[in-house]
Every structure is written in C-alpha cells, then in structure tokens.
C-alpha cells in the first residue's frame, strides 16, 4: 500500500512583535508624509512641520505597534489560513483595530500638537486634518499587509515540497532475511 503524504493544515498565525514593527514602519513612513504636508502648512515652516513630525511619529509609532501586537495575539487575522483573500474579513477586523487605535492615538497627536504649538486654534486645525486623512494611511497599509499575510502564506502552502528520499530494502539474503517482509508471508 503506497502512502501519499498530505499537506498539513496551515497553523494559525502567531503574533509577532517584529511583524507587528514591519507594520507599523509602512504605516509610519506613510503617516509622516501626511502629517509633514500637515503640520508645515500649518506651522508654515518646513522645518517646524517636521520637527512636529518627527515627535508625533514617534508617539503614534510605540502606540501602534503595542494595538497591532494585541491584536494578532488575541483576534489573528482569519485570511491568514485561508484558500483565498477575503477583503470583507480584512476591513471589518481592521475597522475594529482601527476604533481600538485612533482614541489613544489621536490623543497622544493632538496633546503634542498643542505642547508643540501652544495654540488651540493650531492644535484644532492640524489635528482635524491629520485625524481625517489618517484613515485612508491606516487602511491602506493593513489592507496591503493582510494581502501580503495571505500572499506569502499561500505561496509557502502551495509551493511543492521537497521529495523525500526513497527508502529502499534491500533484497532478502539469510543474514537479513528474518528482518525483511519475508516474515511477513510465513518464511522464516
């Protein structure tokens, strides 16, 4: 009876700090070119737009990667295991990421704005701004790496595996004979 080795099922996804940091580098990278357009219009100086940048980065960047953390470990993301990439899944679970994420975040933003600037009036235009524009940056980077998750996960699932080595008996002799398949039909 020959046996043909099954592909084992896909394992769930563990979280990973260092998955959980890749992706809050991408979501950064893009959160920083929002909020340096922002903030040096608003500051009218390039100089102090990326000062404030840099500051709120920073705050945003810690406050987003401990949100991704706790949320692969306690809600993993289901397309990772799946056959096929399912959008609808990844928008609802980022949606709740996301209304988990903007509170803390946007405080954290918009305190620093006010310390940065001092001004009210400052802090609520810049915030505003920044807090609008920040679901599109948010989306964006979680839709691509939920893509990427299942993408790369699909690939390793698919990809063939490496064969195993034939095992070979070799032929019965009256050294080995006791321990072949000789036994097996009664010859001793």
Known sequence: MQCVAQPAPAA???????????????LKIGSALKKILIFSAGTGSVAAGGALTVITTASSYAIYVANEYLWDHYAPPANATAASFDASSSFWRNTKKYLTLKPVGMAATWSLIYAYTGSWTTT???????????????YANNMAW????????????????SPAPAQQRSPPTLANRSSTGMALHGQQ
């Not at 990973?16 to 809050?24: I, K, L, P, Y």
């Open 146 to 161: 939920d893509w990427y998750d299942w993408y790369s996960g699909a690939a390793k699932a698919t990809a063939p595996a």
């Open 12 to 26: 769930a996804p563990t979280a990973s700090v260092s998955h959980s940091a890749a992706n809050g580098i991408t």
């Open 124 to 138: 609520l235009a810049m915030g505003s701004a920044s807090s609008l524009a920040g679901p599109l940056v948010f």
